[in-house]
């Protein structure tokens, strides 16, 4: 399994941005896929996360200002961010869990919120 993500870049605070990962090969019906973020010096957190099934979780400092989504025929996952602060600034990863399995990582595209 393989992911690509995209659409990071710079942002100034309280613009928005857009991320997208797709994941390519052998993935089993029921999968979560999310997003996860590193700033320097911190450690990688969750931002949210959807199932196939459409469950969603998101990280309490986003709530309200990020919004994930998916597309399941295709095995894309969608980070909608609005609102952007200083703080989300961050190398963001996606990730892919399914049952069984060590879960898969994309490569990061990082996200800079900076005027």
């Known amino acids: 399994v393989q992911l690509q993500a995209s659409g990071g870049g710079l942002v100034q605070p309280g613009g928005s941005l857009r991320l997208s990962c797709a994941a390519s090969g052998s993935i089993s019906g029921f999968n979560v896929m999310a997003w996860y973020r590193q700033a320097p010096g911190k450690q990688r957190g969750l931002v949210a996360e959807m199932s196939s099934g459409g469950r969603i979780d998101y990280a309490d400092s986003v709530k309200g200002r990020f919004t994930i989504s998916r597309n399941n025929a295709r095995n894309t996952v969608f980070l909608q961010m609005d609102s952007l602060k200083a703080e989300d600034t961050a190398v963001y990863y996606c990730?892919?869990?399914?049952?069984?399995?060590?879960?898969?990582w994309g490569q990061g595209t990082l996200v800079t919120v900076s005027s």
């Open positions: 990730r892919l869990d399914s049952p069984g399995r060590a879960p898969f």
